[in-house]
């Protein structure tokens, strides 16, 4: 893991185009500002692990349903009757 020290105002760079500024500092809370890219997504971590934790649940009903429905479609090698 790289550790800097940034004071306010100060800022580091991601690559080339993601820039993570130092806002304020009050007590034991870091504020920061972030320029990226539209399409590069920002979350804190609490937020992310319940993103991450939908998108699986979300996966498995999905695959649960799959399942489901495949009881009711004609095995592949039977005919269909047309």
Do not use: C, N
């Amino acid at each position: 893991m790289l550790t800097l020290t940034r004071s306010v105002g100060e800022s580091i760079r991601i690559g080339e185009d993601i820039e993570v500024y130092v806002v304020e500092v009050r007590g034991g809370t870091v504020r920061l500002g972030f320029k990226a890219p539209r399409e590069v997504t920002i979350h804190r971590e609490e937020v992310y692990k319940q993103i991450a934790e939908a998108q699986s649940l979300a996966a498995e009903v999905a695959a649960d349903a799959m399942a489901a429905l495949s009881a009711f479609a004609p095995a592949p090698d039977q005919p269909t009757g047309e």
